[in-house]
């Protein structure tokens, strides 16, 4: 019996290996990546043109530097995973080395806030990049916090280039932080500061205080999302590096280009595409096909509402229950209807429900949030209805059913009125349990 259990053990371990499509999984995660490999994967893809627009954009604007001019400085725009941080710091990277060889002092500073923060912890984060102070948690003043980053950088001279990522995130007091880098730094020491900004708002800056704003002279740089073609080399290499040769069939590269150029241009989501289609393929000891792909896709998709729905107030919750729930017969859901389903879903779920009029809030918040749709239409003297249209894939709405009943303490085995998929069997029958007049009734039904 042992044996036969570890032989089995073997087995498994031999058949993963042998289906193993994933070799170098670093290079599906750029976290996993150092500096360096990110940047010599950069090479090989800026070698194929990727970027170019946007290279020489950045390139021409450092120009003056090598003549002892100073850059204005330069905000860099865009949508997620455009390749805004990684090409900056690329780029910023070769400017210093340049700049070396050239023996004109040049210095960078990445401060990443990839979390809102607001003031101090932005100025205390910069401090420490610069090595000029400590981390705090309190008990410092701005004041201090400024007055040490300008003394670390009193005796430097040349260029000193902050890149202020995601710099829409400072959310308390940034008209301070951005006060002290545009006005107050360049006044107090003698390296020439250059900014860049990154962010995916293109209005980030509007609400800054206006004398901020006309200090800052800054040039705008827009990263478009990325074409097929790009992605194509993006993934193109992705699978060079990461995956056995010849587990990947023709077709599949151009098809998650295509369809991430279409849906989102973004590179980071076309890379996880990938990546979850080749971790199903090697699931099921195959190679990766279009049809991998698009289940990953659905996987991807259906992790994303569910994630979503995790977080959401109960009272949602139980909205969009009764939009998943309502039965459609070829016809929209009405709000009224929906309103009758919402309301004994409260019931069941002890909820207290809310009034028609703020369901049809909620209804308007799901269809911001890509649940469903919402339409108002007019039924002429008999007022106006919003119809609902579900818009995820029937796929996944029975998942998202079960999660919502489970995220409310509800039983799953409840069948639930006259949501499809859940109908009796030929044979089996409906019971009540409990008089039909009794609030609730209607949705404990059981199969029995
Ligand atoms: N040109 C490229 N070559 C290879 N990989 C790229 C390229 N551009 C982006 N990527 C991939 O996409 C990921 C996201 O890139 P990056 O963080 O630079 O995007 P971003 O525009 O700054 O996004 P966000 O707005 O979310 O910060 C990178 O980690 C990298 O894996
Ligand atoms: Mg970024």
């Known amino acids: 019996m042992q044996n036969s259990i570890q032989t089995q053990i073997r087995e498994q371990i031999d058949i993963a290996f042998r289906n193993a499509i994933i070799v170098n999984p670093a290079y599906l995660d750029d976290e996993q990546l150092s500096r360096e490999g990110q940047f010599a994967v950069l090479t090989e893809i800026f070698n194929t043109n990727v970027r170019n627009n946007e290279i020489r954009e950045v390139c021409s604007h450092f120009a003056p530097i090598f003549q002892g001019g100073h850059p204005v400085h330069l905000s860099v725009l865009g949508k997620t995973g455009t390749g805004k941080t990684i090409t900056l710091l690329y780029l910023l990277q070769e400017f210093e080395r ?64 902050i890149f202020v990522d995601e710099a829409d995130n400072i959310r308390t007091d940034p008209n301070t932080f951005f006060t002290f880098l545009v006005k107050r730094l360049p006044l107090r020491v003698n390296a020439k500061i250059i900014l860049l900004f990154a962010s995916n708002r293109l209005n980030w800056s509007d609400n800054l205080d206006p004398r901020v704003k006309s200090c800052l002279k800054m040039r705008e740089l827009i990263f478009e999302p990325y074409d097929a073609t790009s992605l194509q080399h993006i993934l193109g290499l992705r699978v060079e590096k990461a995956l056995r040769p010849g587990t990947v069939e ?88 929906a309103y009758l389903l919402y ?56 998942q998202m059913r079960r999660l919502i009943r489970s995220n409310l303490d509800l039983s799953n085995e409840v069948i639930y009125g006259n949501c499809s998929g859940s109908r009796p069997k030929a044979g089996g029958h409906l019971r009540v349990n409990g008089g039909a007049s009794e609030p609730g009734a209607w949705a404990r039904l059981t199969r029995c």
């Open 98 to 161: 340049l700049c070396s060889e050239k023996g004109i002092p040049f210095q960078q500073y990445h401060l990443d806030l990839c979390c809102p923060a607001p003031c101090f912890r932005a100025l205390n984060t910069l401090a420490c990049l610069m090595g000029a102070s400590k981390f705090y948690k309190r008990g410092i003043s701005l004041e201090d916090l400024m007055t040490a980053i300008e003394r670390c950088l009193l005796s430097t001279s040349g260029y000193v280039a």
């Open 250 to 337: 023709d077709g599949v590269i151009e098809k998650i280009a295509a369809v991430s150029s279409r849906n989102h241009g973004d590179a980071r989501k076309a890379v996880d595409l990938l990546t979850r289609a080749a971790y199903l393929a090697e699931r099921k000891g195959e190679r990766i096909t279009q049809a991998t792909v698009d289940l990953a896709s659905d996987e991807i998709e259906r992790d994303k509402y569910l994630a979503m729905i995790r977080t959401s107030p109960k009272h949602l919750q139980a909205a969009l229950y009764s939009a998943l729930t309502g039965k459609h017969k070829g016809h929209a859901l009405r709000t009224g209807d």
């Open 343 to 398: 309301d004994r879903f409260c019931r069941e779920a002890s909820l207290t429900p809310l009034t028609q009029r703020a369901f049809t809030d909620l209804l308007s918040e799901l269809d911001m949030y890509g649940f469903l749709r919402a339409s108002t239409v007019s039924l002429g003297r008999y007022g106006r209805t919003k119809e609902i249209y579900v818009s995820v894939s029937p796929a996944i709405i029975d």
